[in-house]
């Protein structure tokens, strides 16, 4: 489901309200218990950092993605994706050629061309019925040689060219998004680059947080939102830092 505000405030449930806007994903059954827990910890941001450490080889198809993909966040709970609750390819169009790399993200594509693509949702557990509940929506693609490099400079320079704003069309309406503006990314991979895309909900301002993050062939893509508790959309530190730490 896209921006529309009488299909977002139908369709939400509790553990679904922080990543609604441009996603159908991720509101499926419990993952497996046997992943690492990463401790909380704040770490600095830089639109590009790169790594001294060599870049993580490319993950193994779906199989490799799921052994790689976060599973286990203090203070999180994570389920996956259902079987069809994520998009596929061009189910959002941008108005505008450049900022289709956004419109992608928007509708829960994975940037560039992966090979695969898993994902999962967090969500605070801290009060799992509260519906301004925060969370993130994590994505784990494998690229062809170079594939994942390319997908970052394609997202940077939508970023750059759409900045003025720009409007979506799919398959549940029209919607329009007023700004994008860069935002320092994560670090400790070989590079990355993060940015909040401004929506509009019932006349109020909504902002919707990306982030994406190389490990060689390897990208992994953070999105938070909350039509409820706009103030709250943000992607944990928590997270990030399980993510990456799985990537090294």
Known sequence: MLLTSARVRRSLGAVCVALVLGATAACGEATDSDAKESPAKERP?????????????????KEGLEKLIVTKVKGFEVTVAAAGEVRSSGAVTASKAACQPIADLVGTVAAG????????????????????????????SSYPRAGAAQALAEVGKA??????????????????????????????????????????????????????????????????????????????????????????
């Open 45 to 61: 941001s830089t639109k590009e950092s790169p790594s001294s450490s060599p870049a993580t080889s490319p993950a193994a198809g």
């Open 113 to 140: 061309s992966p090979s695969d693509t898993v994902y999962r949702q967090l969500v605070a557990a801290s009060e799992p019925e509260d519906m301004t509940a925060s969370g993130v929506l994590v994505g784990l």
């Open 159 to 248: 970023v750059s060219a759409c900045g003025g704003g720009f409007t979506t069309t799919s398959a549940d309406g029209e919607d329009t998004y007023s700004g994008v503006t860069a935002e320092d990314g994560p670090t400790g991979l070989d590079e990355s680059l993060a940015f909040e895309l401004t929506g509009s909900l019932d006349g109020e301002k909504i902002p919707l947080k990306y982030a994406l993050v190389r490990a060689g062939d390897t990208v992994a893509l953070f999105y938070a939102m909350n039509p409820f508790d706009p103030a709250s959309a943000d992607i944990a530190p928590t997270v990030t830092a399980a993510q990456i730490a799985r990537l090294k």
